[in-house]
């Protein structure tokens, strides 16, 4: 098992209501090394504040996130960071690269954080193998303005990847997209889930996306259930 999470919940407090809002309630999930999941559930349920706790970008007010054997709440702001850039990939639903970087540029900033990985030549060369897999062995020297939407979220998916993270957490990857491209990425999360060996935890309002993964979870009124497996 990579993840556990254990009766997490988060609540946040609203002075002008004079009460807090609880938007995870006890939600307790276990993940496997290699595995491949979705959660789905109708906006404002809690998708992407889970994620942010799952990735350490987050707290929760109660509970425990344990990570490969690691309880993350017992970690400092600083390790947690560390922790990200080293254990986690993020691809969100805009692509955040930097419109002044070329796309190899941009895949590469992530190594520009690890102060220990200091052998640049192999991560370059990591970088242009992942771009070729990806389908953008053209566009290494291009900048953001220069590519499609499908195109640019390609390239923030192996900017994610770039570091070899033991897990990918991807929120609404798909939801500035079109269909076509939508379903093209979709299959290229299950293909680098499956080549890379990299956990891959998708939240996404897209049953079309979600049905790729190969367990379902639905996040709604705090709780999360699973939908079916295959």
Do not use: W
Not at 37 to 61: E, M, R, Y
Not at 130 to 139: K, P, S
Not at 159 to 182: Q, Y
Not at 192 to 214: D, F, P, W, Y
């Amino acid at each position: 098992m990579l993840l556990e999470l254990k009766h997490i919940v988060k609540k946040y407090d609203m002075p002008d209501a004079g009460s807090a809002l609880t938007v995870l309630d006890g939600v307790t999930l276990s993940v496997d090394r290699g595995e491949a999941i979705a959660v789905t559930g109708p906006s404002g349920s809690g998708k992407s504040t889970l994620l942010n706790i799952v990735g350490a970008l987050d707290v929760p007010t109660s509970g425990s996130v344990i990570y490969d054997g690691i309880d993350l709440s017992a970690m400092s702001d600083n390790e947690r960071a560390r922790f990200r850039n080293s254990e986690i990939g993020f691809v969100f639903q805009l692509h955040h690269l930097l419109p002044q970087c070329t796309v190899l540029e941009n895949v590469l900033i992530p190594i520009l954080a690890a102060k220990e990985r200091s052998d640049t030549n192999s991560a370059v060369d990591r970088a242009k193998d992942l771009l070729t897999r990806v389908g953008l062995e053209n566009h290494f020297e291009y900048y953001p303005t220069q590519l499609s939407g499908g195109e640019r979220q390609r390239t923030a998916v192996v900017r994610a990847l770039i570091n070899s993270p033991g897990m990918l957490l991807a929120d609404e990857p798909t939801g500035s997209l079109d269909r076509d491209s939508a379903d093209s990425l979709g299959r290229l999360l299950m293909q680098l889930n499956e080549e890379e060996q990299v956990t891959l935890v998708v939240v996404t309002h897209s049953i079309r996306l979600a049905e790729n993964m190969k367990t379902l979870y639905s996040l709604q009124n705090g709780s999360l259930a699973e939908k079916n497996q295959h």
